[in-house]
């Protein structure tokens, strides 16, 4: 009866889901999140600082909660199906694993940090007093902005395809509509806002995930039916150390998944918002507990392959839209297509939520205060925000140009793996230098990015590793000068002085807060 | 279909438990700043203590790196052998929603 099974076609056929639902299930969403973030603005935030850094309180539980939902980009949700699909268990193991691990490779860099740095803010602030060097504080502010604005493309680009796919939703519709959803509760909360409405999403995504796909294995027919057609498309799909898989997709995304972490302050300000008695332990925890993730929403790839789906099927989204198409084709309920729709969505909300946090707290700490220092902090509240619609504006723009969504994410990754080394040398290399932070990553870059598009993205990426390697350490070698980590905590220390001496601006609200707290 | 409902009734449960216990923790998170406010209502809010002390903090990092690698591995090596191994990775994307939970519950911070 099995062999039977497993060798009965799969029918696919359209859902025929009208636009309507698919706005539904955005706006609904985004209504949901709003309510969230008005609740946590009410409770927790009072102060720019409290927007920013969370006043250095998130727990346990929502930090793990928010770094796996933050990290759960749409590509988790929906490259892990199309890595499936193209490669077969091969492309998941080199999507997956790295991913996971690139999370959990930030802890020496997270403990470090934070030892050296307690009261820090953003990854620029860091690279601003470790070298007291304009021009290296302007090229780190250039990349972690680029990544950040990145990360909202993106994830514009996650919601474009899933609701193209499954609803046929115009483009700029969707843009627009995505924007202004997460613009609004993104505007309102800062840090706690975005903390506590990631680990809502942490939820949204991993579970919703896990029912679609054990109701898409059951109406393939059940997981043996599938794995023996999958066994009769031939070996390799299910071959995990295929050559061709990491050469012409692995090591490059590898590289570049644990280069993202290393330079993306949504990262950095969870790092520095964090009680730091459980900072190794929630990178640890985030790390392991994304893996699933991925792993669950891979077997829709595996699904569609056994299921005789082809890449032409797929139109002009390509196999990353194989995840969205297998759903609305299989015959799944209604309800278990909308759950599917709010995981990616959910996903991409999270993902562009953090983003904005992390440049409202780029634009607070790094520009706002650095130009005008004795700014009031009303004044310093309202900029902070503005620069959340900024970046919006700046994202549909891209998106609206027509690039495209895989060549978007490579290029980015490509960039941030010249971040890597830097970025690593800075922390814990004392003699590392300003003008060897310079040199290396422009000329990384400026190495890398030809032989990436001539020949390989591979030979592009080992000339990017290898060039600010040699150059990060030849150029400091050329010095003698070693950096005392212990003068950024002293020049914390001044900094937190001429905050106190500030305070009488908090006395209102602190009042307030302090009757709201009585007891009578 | 007997394993999609176990899954559903699973993942219903874990889902209760996870809200419940995430709005406990905001409630505790919005208590402990109001206490905080009230006690120095004249200066900025204070920051917790706590210090980070690397050498112990990255003890034995790299397994528990290197084990989320092999884990992940040996679970991809199982699925490409053992159909019944599939269902191994919806379970374990409930495991998420586990874990969050339980991080929830043991935070050592919890009293600070």
């Given amino acids: 009866v099995l062999d039977q099974i497993s060798h009965a076609a799969i029918t696919l056929r359209p859902s025929h889901l009208s636009a309507g639902v698919g706005i539904a299930l955005m706006c609904g969403l985004g209504l949901f999140m709003f309510g969230v973030a008005q609740a946590v603005r009410r409770n927790l935030v009072r102060t720019t600082h409290d927007f920013i850094i969370a006043h250095r309180r998130i727990s346990l539980g929502f930090g793990v909660g928010s770094v796996i939902s933050v990290w759960t980009w749409s590509m988790a949700v929906m490259l892990s199906s199309a890595s499936a699909f193209t490669w077969g268990t091969s492309g998941l193991m080199w999507f997956v694993v790295p991913n996971g691990l690139a999370v959990v490779a930030l802890v020496p860099f997270a403990v470090y940090m934070r030892k050296r740095m307690p009261k820090g803010y953003t990854l620029i602030q860091f690279v601003r007093e470790r070298f007291e060097n304009e021009l290296a504080t302007l090229v780190m502010f250039l990349g972690v902005a680029f990544l950040l604005l990145s990360t909202v493309f993106i994830n514009l680009f996650g919601v474009v395809l899933v609701t193209g796919v499954i609803f046929g939703l115009n483009k700029t519709v969707v843009l627009l509509l995505t924007l202004a959803i997460v613009m609004l509760y993104s505007y309102f909360g800062g840090l706690w806002t975005s903390t506590i409405t990631a680990t809502l999403a942490a939820l949204l995504v991993s579970i919703p995930a896990a029912i679609v796909v054990l109701y898409v294995l059951y109406k393939a027919g059940g997981p043996h039916a599938v794995f023996t057609r999958v066994h009769g498309l031939g070996s390799k799909e299910f071959n995990l150390w295929r050559g061709d898989t990491a050469a012409q997709f692995g090591l490059s995304l590898g590289l570049g998944l644990i280069a993202v972490t290393i330079c993306d302050q949504s990262f950095w300000q969870r790092i520095w918002g964090m009680r730091p008695q459980n900072l190794a332990r929630t990178f640890v925890w985030a790390g392991w507990w994304f893996y699933p993730i991925p792993l669950c929403l891979g077997l829709l790839g595996l699904v569609a392959l056994g299921s005789g789906v082809q890449t032409s099927d797929l139109g002009s989204f390509g196999a990353g839209g194989v995840g969205p198409y297998l759903v609305s084709h299989i015959g799944l309920p209604v309800v278990l297509i909308c759950l599917y729709v709010l995981t990616v969505v959910t996903a991409c909300y999270s993902a562009m939520d953090g983003a904005f946090s992390a440049i409202s707290s780029l634009v607070a700490v790094d520009i706002v205060k650095r130009l005008s220092p004795n700014i009031g902090e009303k004044k310093l509240f309202r900029l902070t925000k503005l620069s959340i619609p900024v970046a919006g504006l700046i994202g549909a723009i891209v998106v609206n140009s027509g690039i495209d969504y895989v060549s978007l994410v490579n290029f980015v990754f490509f960039v941030d793996i010249g971040f890597v080394v830097p970025v690593a040398l800075a922390i814990f290399w004392p003699r590392y230098s300003s003008s060897a932070f310079v040199a290396a990553l422009v000329l990384a870059e400026a190495v890398g990015i030809p032989i990436r598009q001539d020949i390989s993205p591979l030979w592009g990426i080992i000339a990017c590793l290898g060039t600010s390697a040699i150059v990060s350490v030849g150029v400091s070698l050329l010095t003698s000068e070693r950096f005392d980590f212990g003068r950024l905590e002293r020049a914390e220390a001044e900094l937190a002085s001429e905050h106190a001496s500030r305070a009488p601006e908090r006395t209102p609200v602190s009042a307030q807060a302090a009757k709201a707290a009585s007891p009578a | ?112």
């Fill in chain 2, 1 to 112: 279909v007997a394993i999609f409902i176990i899954g559903l009734i699973l993942a219903v449960a874990v889902a209760t438990a996870y809200v419940s216990l995430g709005a406990l923790d905001f409630l505790r998170i919005r208590r402990e700043l109001s206490r905080v406010t009230a006690e120095h209502p004249a200066t900025p809010l204070t920051e917790p203590d706590g210090d980070v002390d690397p050498a112990r903090e990255t003890v034995g990092f790299a397994w528990r790196a290197l084990g989320g690698v092999v884990a992940s591995v040996a679970l991809l090596y199982a699925i490409s052998h053992l159909w019944w191994a599939w269902y191994a990775f919806p379970l374990l994307a409930i495991g998420t929603g586990v874990a969050v939970s339980v991080a929830f519950v043991i935070d050592p911070t919890k009293s600070a």
